[in-house]
């Protein structure tokens, strides 16, 4: 069984869509986290969630709006996509804060 | 504020030969101090962490990290090098107490030359 999982692993769209990235945790974690990797693999934290409240929220666009359903589930979504926004995005969980975060596979994002 | 600096971007070595990659840290407040693992086309997962109990954090596959306070170190090594270790490793740090985020490091690309 996959313990954290992400639905794409590639997404490639044109400048101006709006897209969404799915993440599921099995691992009964309490707090869960999207990163985006950039072509340098600079890893950088956006948002971390626990038990659906919203804990962490970096200086991102307000074009990327996260939510969380319940707290095995965390996904992103993305509106008027832009070239910078190409990345691999990354999810995690882990049971408190901080501890051993566990990722997924990763999103490959290409903008064109 | 919490950071991290990995020093040495590419590290080279030769099968069997030691391995060192460098992490100093930064920190307000005692640290909890990662080192994670990325292979190509895969996301990280964990190596070690040091959470305040052993200065001296065996992990998986052979690695060890020594947390130094003195010189804000934990820099991470392994004996003898093996073609699978080609990969990039990141350093990471987190405040303990509360809610606090993980700060990672630009990561070390390891090359293990045959």
């Known amino acids: 069984d996959t313990a954290v999982s992400q639905t794409p692993k590639y997404l490639v769209t044109q400048m101006g869509n709006d897209k969404s990235i799915k993440c599921e945790q099995n691992l009964g974690h309490d707090t869960m986290y999207w990163y985006k990797q950039d072509s340098k693999k600079f890893l950088k934290i956006m948002f971390s969630?626990?038990?659906?409240?919203?804990?962490i929220n970096e200086t991102v666009p307000n074009r990327f709006s996260p939510k969380s359903p319940d707290k095995a589930h965390l996904n992103l979504h993305i509106n008027s996509l832009e070239l910078g926004d190409s990345a691999v995005y990354f999810c995690a969980s882990s049971q408190g804060n901080p501890d051993t975060q566990y990722f997924g596979p990763g999103t490959r994002l290409t903008v064109l | 504020a919490q950071s991290v600096t990995q020093l040495g971007s590419h590290v080279s070595v030769s099968e069997g030969a030691l391995v060192l990659l460098r992490c100093n840290y930064s920190?307000?407040?005692?640290?909890?101090l990662f080192w994670y693992v990325q292979y190509p086309n895969q996301g990280l997962q964990l190596l070690l962490k040091y959470t305040s109990a052993a200065t001296l954090v065996k992990g998986i596959n052979g690695f060890e990290a020594e947390f130094k306070k003195s010189e804000t170190s934990f820099h991470l090594t392994k004996p003898s090098a093996h073609m699978s270790d080609a990969a990039e490793y990141f350093c990471?740090?987190?405040?303990?107490?509360?809610?606090?985020?993980?700060?990672f490091g630009i990561g070390t690309k390891l090359q293990v030359i045959p």
């Open positions: 990471a740090v987190s405040e303990a107490g509360g809610y606090q985020k993980v700060t």
């Open positions: 920190s307000s407040v005692p640290p909890y």
């Open positions: 969630y626990n038990n659906k409240e919203l804990i």
